[in-house]
């Protein structure tokens, strides 16, 4: 059993540190939409003018549910890797660290916990995420074991399904799937990691991560959007990735797969099998790398690196890696419930908290966000946000937030 903790003062800390998100009534930007469909793909446009407006959404003060903190069994979470609100409102997560899975009511309160470190059925290696497959089947993913493992929603473990390998062969990339991130059906979207290749003959190199999708019985599909990429460069004493370089994030929600782009503020949107069918864009300029920008990036990790000797070759390796001309505006992209994308942007150095930006389903560009402090969503529904909430000493809470939408001022026609 987990170990208690003491709790006291999280509803304060929060309620204290937020400030909710509501439309800004001073903003004179004035919204430009386009939209244009060709060869199945339609390219959605939108241009602000600065400053950028809010969405005029609002997010509880305080969280209205706190899981595992009611009851005679508290949770201490280490490292909450995913967790989903089930239709009846029972929320599963999983925690990388305790390699558990964990049930809680609609009000908090510890249902049932599963699994343990091992190799054994209903025992994790390395888990990689849950989902729901409908009814009272509960999915959870072992990237350890490449398997999935069935429960249902009381706990109880039922099966285990090994994955098929997509490369076979001595020759073959290695291939780790590590991370869960859709449902639909019978079929399983699965984030991978492992085809690398040169990109030139001084060295450098491209990391690919595909995107998989399976049958929840452990057959292979096929590959449903373009990899992501990492690209590395070579170095006198090794490869890196440049500093500010970024990366391509991937999501799939409700059976469509979402990928940010490092290089400009643009999300591709998937949809298995057709393929690529839309693009959301918001034109803004590039941010350009500075020296200002790397003295900042240099201040921060003194403000936060505490250990001296950490922080001396933390800054050595700054000086030795190549720097990107440019920071890239996404850091991760998500859905919520209603087919509105989320884009949570790269902070610059020195920047207090990163914005995040909303496209309407249809993918006009609806304006800013701004969440709680120190949250990070992990499911948007219609009417609440679960996710992973760090307190002032840096402790793991899972929590949900009440999120009251109002229209949207900008009306568009179409979808996918």
């Not at 959605?44 to 969280?63: C, G, H, N, Q, R």
């Not at 780790?176 to 859709?182: C, E, I, K, P």
């Not at 500010?244 to 059976?255: I, K, L, T």
């Not at 992209?333 to 908290?353: C, F, I, K, M, R």
């Amino acid at each position: 059993m987990p170990t208690p903790i003491l709790r006291s003062g999280l509803a304060a800390f929060v309620g204290l540190a937020l400030v909710a998100c509501r439309a800004d009534s001073g903003s004179n930007a004035a919204p430009a939409f386009s939209r244009a469909d060709s060869a199945g793909v339609a390219l959605a446009v939108t241009t602000f003018s600065e400053p950028l407006p809010e969405v005029a959404w609002t997010i509880d003060a305080v969280p209205e549910v706190v899981y595992g903190e009611s009851g005679d069994d508290e949770v201490q979470f280490a490292l909450i890797r995913n967790a989903r609100r089930l239709p009846d409102g029972r929320v599963v997560a999983i925690d990388l660290r305790l390699q558990t899975l964990f049930i809680f009511s609609p009000e908090g309160e510890m249902l049932a916990q599963a699994g343990r470190e091992g190799d054994g059925p209903g025992e994790f290696k390395r888990l990689g995420g849950v989902v729901s497959l409908g009814g009272d089947t509960i999915l959870v993913y072992d990237a350890g074991h490449m398997r999935f493992s069935l429960f249902d929603t009381d706990g109880s473990f039922l099966d285990d399904r090994r994955l098929e390998n997509p490369e076979e062969g001595v020759d073959a990339p290695r291939l780790t799937l590590y991370g869960l991130v859709d449902a639909v059906g019978d079929t399983v979207t699965l984030r991978g990691e492992g085809f690398s290749f040169s990109s030139s003959s001084s060295g450098d190199y491209v990391w690919e991560n595909p995107t998989l999708r399976y049958t929840s019985d452990g057959a292979l599909v096929g590959e449903v959007a373009e990899p992501t990429r990492t690209w590395f460069y070579g170095t006198s004493d090794g490869s890196r990735t440049r500093l500010f370089g970024g990366r391509q994030d991937v999501m799939a929600v409700n059976g469509l797969v979402y990928i940010g782009d490092r290089e400009r503020y643009e999300v591709r949107i998937y949809d298995p099998p057709r393929g690529l069918v839309r693009v959301d864009r918001l034109e803004r300029p590039r941010r350009r790398v500075t020296d200002e920008t790397v003295q900042r990036y240099r201040d921060q990790l003194a403000e936060n690196i505490e250990d001296p000797d950490r922080l001396k070759r933390r800054l050595e390796l700054v000086e030795k890696s190549p720097v990107a001309d440019s920071l890239p505006w996404i850091q991760n992209v998500t859905a919520d419930a209603l087919g509105n994308v989320w884009v949570t942007e790269y902070a610059a150095p020195g920047q207090e908290s990163a914005a995040v930006g909303v496209f309407s389903a249809e993918g006009a560009w609806l304006g800013t966000v701004h969440l709680p402090p120190n949250f990070r969503p992990l499911d948007i529904g219609e009417d609440y946000m679960l996710g992973v909430l760090r307190d002032e000493l840096d402790v793991q809470h899972l929590v949900s937030f009440g999120l009251e939408r109002e229209a949207p001022v900008m009306e568009t026609a179409g979808g996918l």
